[in-house]
C-alpha cells in the first residue's frame, strides 16, 4: 500500500510539473505576459500544492480511489496531449492575452468541446479529490475552476469581438464549452 501512496503522490506532482512547464511551450504571449496571469498561476499553485499536501499527509488511498484517481489523471494528462497536438501548429494564446483570434480551432478535440485544455486541468484536479477523499480539497478545486472558467469567458468574449464572431457562433451551437453536447458526436 505504501508504493501505492508513493506511485499516487508521484504521479500527480510529474504530471503538474510537465503540465507547468508545457504551458510554456504549448502557448503564446502575443503581446507579453497578461496581467491577469498572477490569478492563473496563483490559483493553479495554491491547488497543485494543496492536492499534493493532502496526498502527502493523508495516507495510502484505497484501491478503489486510487484506480479512480489515476484514471481521471491519465485522462487529464492524455487530453492536455491530444490538445498541445492537435495545437502544434496554429499555438493558442495564453489565457487571459488581449489578443484578436486569428482562427477558429475545430481539429481533434476542439470537435467536441471548446475549451479541452480546461477540461484537461479540471480532470486532474478532480482526480486529487477522489483519490485523497478530502472534503477541503473541493474549496482550492473550485477556486482553480472558477479562474479558468473566468478564462474561457475572457476568450468567448474576444471571439465574439472578432472578425470570427459568425463563425465562432456557429461552432458554439455544435460543441459544449467544455463537455461535449448531448447528442452530438460521439455521444450519439
Not at 507547468?20 to 492563473?40: D, E, K, S, Y
Not at 471548446?114 to 477540461?119: A, D, E, G, K
Request: aromatic fraction near 12%; charged fraction near 15%; hydrophobic fraction near 50%.
Amino acid at each position: 500500500m505504501e508504493a501505492l501512496h508513493a506511485l499516487t503522490l508521484g504521479l500527480f506532482a510529474a504530471t503538474y510539473l510537465v503540465v507547468a512547464v508545457g504551458v510554456f511551450r504549448v502557448f503564446t504571449m502575443p503581446q507579453g505576459v497578461p496581467r491577469a496571469l498572477w490569478a492563473v498561476r496563483a490559483a493553479v499553485v495554491t491547488a497543485n500544492v494543496a492536492v499534493c499536501a493532502a496526498l502527502a499527509v493523508s495516507g495510502p488511498p484505497g484501491t478503489g480511489a486510487a484506480a479512480a484517481g489515476l484514471v481521471l489523471l491519465t485522462l487529464s494528462a492524455a487530453l492536455f496531449a491530444w490538445c498541445a497536438v492537435t495545437t502544434r501548429r496554429t499555438r493558442l494564446s495564453i489565457a487571459f492575452s488581449g489578443d484578436v483570434p486569428r482562427h477558429v480551432q475545430r481539429d481533434g478535440p476542439y470537435a467536441y468541446v471548446r475549451h479541452p485544455f480546461y477540461t484537461s486541468y479540471a480532470l486532474s484536479y478532480v482526480a486529487g479529490v477522489v483519490v485523497t477523499g478530502e472534503p477541503w480539497l473541493l474549496v482550492p478545486t473550485a477556486l482553480v475552476l472558477a479562474v479558468f472558467h473566468a478564462a474561457a469567458l475572457h476568450e468567448e468574449r474576444k471571439f465574439r469581438a472578432s472578425d470570427l464572431a459568425e463563425e465562432y457562433a456557429a461552432y458554439a451551437r455544435t460543441t459544449g464549452m467544455y463537455l461535449p453536447r448531448p447528442g452530438e458526436h460521439f455521444w450519439s
